[in-house]
Structure formats: C-alpha cells, structure tokens
C-alpha cells in the first residue's frame, strides 16, 4: 500500500509534502495522524498524539509489510530475458574456455610437428658423409628454431588475449556479461 493509497482510506488530507488524517489508533478530534512517503515508496506515519505506528496499523488492519515498498515483481517475459541471459553467459564463457583449449591443443601439434621434423634432420645429419650434404641439413636446422619461437609468440597472444577476455567475463556483473555477449544496445 502507497502513502497515497493509505491516505485515501483514511480521508487525509493534503498537508505539506503529505497529508494529515484522523488516527484510528485514538480518539482523534482534530487529525494528528501525518501519512507521507519516504524513499523508495516507503510510507512514513507518525501519530503526533504519540500513538505507536504498530498500533495504528493494527487499528488498520494492516501489517508492516502492507506500507512497505511493493518487491520488484519481474514480469515473465523478464524473467525469462534474464534466464535466457544467463544461459548464453554460460555458453558464451564455455565458448572461451573451449578456444583457449583448442589454442594449446593447436599449439602443442605445431610444436610436436618442429620436434619431428628436427629429429628427422638429425637424424639426416647423422647419415650425412661430408660437409657438402650436411650443410644445407644444417640450415634447414636452424630454421627450425625461429619458427618453433614464432609458434610460441603466436600461441602466446592468443593466449593471452582469450584468457583475458576471459578473466573479464568471469569478474563481469550479469548486467556487464549481458554487454560482452550482445553488444551495449542489445544487452
Ligand atoms: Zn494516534
């Protein structure tokens, strides 16, 4: 019940920012009874003839709960918005986590590739009878090194990048993660 609503019950009338009834808790001659509204749709009474508020809601029939602000009631459609919202973080954070698996995994097969294309080397080197043959193993050896290193760069930023995105999601309210996944006009 609204301060408002409270005053029309008891036929107050306006009185400064408020209003003033009879309080049905005494008996009230003149009105002394002042119904106001708080923050956040709390409603204020005060018996100036120095009735407890408990008594004149009694005198009501009311309970605390009946002037406190009404809970936000989400709509179905909200409440199904926000689940669905949840949903998607969840598959969205599933998403980065796969990613950053599929990097390590990516990374992990190129790497294996340089090892065994290095052993092979060495092993061709080892089979090499003068320097004339084993010179152009050798350079393809030391070829090996940089793009072993390069890998690991890539592997690297990407990593980071994703982890990051994803760290961000984790520390994320529902309301920010709803911006990351949809985008600011959408979330
Ligand atoms: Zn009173």
Redesign the pocket.
Known sequence: MTASELAEKLHARRSGRGWIAR?P??K?RSP??SIAAGEAGRVLLK?F???ETSA?LAALGLRWADILPPRQKLSPAEMHRQRFAREQAESAAWKIRDRIGELRRDFMDCLHGIERRQAELVAELHAAKTDVDREPVLDRLAQLAPQSTEALERFNFAFDSDAKTLAQFAGASPAEQRVMIFGAENA
């Open positions: 309080c808790s005494h009230d002394s009874l018996c003839a120095g009735c004149v």
